[in-house]
């Protein structure tokens, strides 16, 4: 069921202006920000209203809830411009052939395994954008290419065939009491890359969700996850 109580474009609006005011305090463009709205749970009815609002890129968390949703958004918005649909979340192996086709990039890169997955099932036919997933803190069990492998994962990455790196994404630890901390070792990764990786454009910096993204900003951050700040609170409807 839509929640008729979310203000679409109010909301959009609202995430822009602090989106802006954070690039401003930084010392840089509000243009140099994107905002990905991640719309985890919420149905399609509702996508659709944020992008007939002037949402251009979209997030999803999992390949089973997003292959129906995105489909059902692009048939309410035959005649309109579709927005950039992102694979936000974890992606395993044996999903690879769902989300191809479904989104446009995949953002959760963090296995040779699972790149080589998404190559074969491209199996040439189209080239895929993806961002390099990277973790910095000390949870074992979360995904990300640990900082330290960073270097000889990308020199592989790079041999496999019909992938494009555009960059890197990251999620702060759970409860950091200093997430710029984090954002901060993730751009210098990034620079560091770009340096031994010249012909890779890590032009995409996604860092930042609705309680971080302002300190993501200051690090140079050119992406930024939000959800329940732009879409209300999470819903368990059909999509």
Partial sequence: MLNINVDLAGNL???????????MHAGRRPDEVTLVGVSKTQPA???????????RHVGENRVQEATDKIATVRQLLIGSELPVFHMVGHLQTNKCGAAIGVFDRVDSV???????????RLNGASELQVLIEVYVGDDSSRP????????????????????RIDGLMTVAPLGATAPRAAFAQVRELKET???MFPAVHFGVLSMGM????????????????IGTALFGPRQHSRF
């Fill in 110 to 120: 963090d296995s040779l395994k699972l790149a080589q997955a998404l190559s074969r």
């Fill in 45 to 55: 009815a509702l996508v659709a209203q944020a992008v007939r609002a002037g949402l």
């Fill in 13 to 23: 609006e609202r995430v822009r202006d602090e989106i802006a005011a954070a690039a």
């Fill in 210 to 225: 609705s309680d971080d993204y302002r300190e993501a900003i200051l690090e140079g951050s050119t992406e930024v996850r």
């Fill in 193 to 195: 890359l770009s340096h």
């Fill in 144 to 163: 990300g290419v640990r900082p330290p492998a960073m270097v000889d994962f990308v020199g592989q990455l790079v041999e496999v065939p019909n992938l």
